[in-house]
């Protein structure tokens, strides 16, 4: 199974993420952000996040403030305790919904 995966909606796209995303998927995470970037909505899935490494919490913090400057509407889905949250966390990062 995919761990980065594209699925467009009827209010824009759902970026999910699933298992353990790390450098190794980065290149790929970031094509499919740019993509995601391109719709007028991108909700970003991390209901079955296990794991991530600093580049893709980079990635992710740099695709929401693109989004912001575009006027993207850019979320996330999860949990305020998820597996983003706590790596967000550990990384000395704030909590994802609060990124900026």
């Keep these: 199974m995919q761990s980065v995966l594209l699925e467009t909606t009827d209010q824009g ?3 999910r993420l699933v298992g353990e995303i ?3 998927e980065a290149a790929a995470l970031k094509a499919i952000l740019v993509e995601a970037l391109d719709a007028r909505s991108a909700v970003i899935d991390c209901t079955n996040l ?3 490494d600093v580049a893709v919490l980079q990635l992710l913090l ?3 403030r693109v989004a912001q400057k575009r006027g ?3 979320q996330f889905s999860d949990s305020p305790q998820s597996t983003l949250a706590s790596y967000s966390a550990a990384a000395g990062l704030p909590a994802p919904d609060d990124w900026k």
Excluded: R
């Design 13 to 15: 796209v759902a970026v």
């Design 22 to 24: 790390t450098l190794a």
């Design 50 to 52: 296990e794991a991530v």
């Design 62 to 64: 740099a695709a929401k």
């Design 72 to 74: 993207t509407t850019f």
